[in-house]
């Protein structure tokens, strides 16, 4: 095999694996939109990792890079589906304002209002 195309896939297993940890700490550093990143590089992690197995290179970056970016779009997926089971039950005129008030009673008891709760968040 040509050295330029193994070194060229060395580097891709090389990404997958860096790409999927940098969407696992985005997830929980910048957490609104860390999500976002987590998914778009959990598929980057998983689509590099698979296309370095295809071409025989037995590496460990790799498969890591894979079992990593899978993790990633568990972990986002999970977190769209949270985030979509509280916004729609907030619509919700029997539920909704009894998961608003919790939300408020849980800020209160942090020291937060809902106003600069809502400001921290934008």
Known sequence: MN????NSIENLARYS???AVFGALSYVFFF?????YCFFLGVMAFASGVLSKRTGLKSGKSTAGIVIGIFDLGLSMMAFYG???IYSS????????????VIIQMLEQNGLTIDSFVRVMN
């Open 3 to 6: 050295e330029t195309y193994t």
């Open 17 to 19: 694996l860096w790409s």
């Open 32 to 36: 609104p939109d860390g999500i976002y």
């Open 83 to 85: 985030l979509y089971v």
């Open 90 to 101: 907030l619509h919700d005129p029997v539920y909704g304002p009894k998961i608003t008030g």
